[in-house]
């Protein structure tokens, strides 16, 4: 417990989530804020009754710095009495850098809007073609020609009821679906639209890699009955031949057998092992979105979530491309993609994947860091993630209940001269 709240209170700094922290003593109005200045509670409205785990959420307002923002109260209690009450101010803002950049290659809008007052207060960057805080709900529909009377009057209802919605409807001459999906209980709203065609796009682009997919695997089928009749006629045709003639043949079929079971012992190798790579980020992305369903009022562990969600999915994505790339592999073409990234990602996207199957073996998994000089490397951060995870899952894997599993990535001085790319 601090004992001294209002020095804790000026201690405070603001950073990219929270802009402001204030504290107002119980019974009184009025208190002190970390910038200084004196914190009046009656300023803030938090009559549309929001919660978030239990504690009350203003109406969204413009803050001294011009940018919307919600406050959340926090009682302070001491000896089972009320002693004081935090008042947090979080941004909007800060939001943004939980949503993707885009939808449907950015063909799709997305607002976040307040309940209560059915005011824009964010667009996400790369989405749409008009600033947050110039519209309202109301100014949305009105822009894009939603103006049916017994439409309107049952989405004005869902948003008083805090209910989802999507409906179907033309925009700029296209058929769209819109969205409205509450948030925090009720009192946020994801809403915006995404053109019908652009969803059947996504459709077909999926419907055409399986269409490649089922292709390879019938070519790949009867050039092996080809191969397979080819090889009967030529046998038959040794048959024919002299004795001498036949051995040598013979000798030549051995040889070719050899290297086809090579080649199949190699594809069956390749894919034993991605099987193993896919499942371990797969059991991560499910793990956590069954803590995200759990967690789903938890904005904080909600933006936790699903930055490792993101981070297993794209692991995973770079493992099912290496699939899709087995011709390379064959022809012995791979090529490793030079690009520049940072090992704070790295190291995050191991950790996303491999702490909850330690975890499900009540292992301690231990992650350090040490003498790193640069933030930013280039190499193929695909292939350094699936080494790591590789020896890592192993690591897991026979480490026995409890155990503890050590992950070190040390800088050693330079021993040789660096490498250039061109």
Known sequence: MVENKEEYIRSCEKNRT???????????????????????????????????????????????????????????????????????????????????????????????????????????????ERSAG??????????NDILEKDLLVEVFESVRTGKNMMFYHDIRGKSSL??????????LYL????????????????????????????????????????????QNKIRMEREKEREIHNRQLAEALQAAQAASNSKTMFLSNMSHDIRTPMNAVLGFAALLEK???NSEKVREYTKKIMSSGQHLLGLINDILDVSKIESGKVVLAIEE??????VSSVDAIISPMAAAKEQAFHVEVTNIAHEYLL????????ILIN????????????????????????RSSPMSFS
């Open 295 to 297: 967690d789903a009022e």
């Open 178 to 187: 819109i969205y409205m999906w509450s948030v925090n209980g009720g009192t």
């Open 391 to 414: 020896l890592l899952s192993n690591a897991v894997k026979y480490t026995q209940n409890g155990g503890n599993i050590w992950f070190r990535i040390i800088g050693l001085k330079q």
């Open 134 to 143: 110039h519209l309202n709900l109301e100014d949305f529909f009105r822009a």
């Open 18 to 128: 929270m802009a402001k922290l204030s504290l107002v003593r119980a019974g009184k109005t009025k208190g002190i804020s970390n910038t200084g200045g004196v914190f009046d509670a009656q300023e803030l409205d938090f009559s549309a009754g929001g919660t978030i785990d239990g504690l009350e959420v203003s109406e969204s307002y413009v803050n001294y710095m011009g940018t919307w923002a919600y406050t959340i109260k926090c009682p302070v209690i001491q000896e089972g009495r009320r002693e004081a009450s935090f008042y947090i101010e979080y941004v909007y803002d800060s939001l943004d850098d939980s949503l993707p950049n885009s939808f449907y290659n950015g063909k799709a809008m997305l607002y976040i809007m307040d309940a209560k007052s059915e005011r824009l207060v964010l667009k996400p960057k790369g989405m749409g």
């Open 379 to 386: 190499g193929d951060e695909t292939r350094i993630n699936q």
């Open 341 to 346: 990234f940072t090992l704070n990602d790295l």
């Open 191 to 234: 809403i915006g639209y995404v053109p019908v065609e652009a969803i059947q796009q996504e459709g077909r682009t999926v419907n055409q890699n399986i269409f490649i997919v089922v292709t390879v695997m019938l070519v790949a089928f009867f050039l092996c009955c080809l191969l397979y009749y080819l090889n009967q006629r030529q």
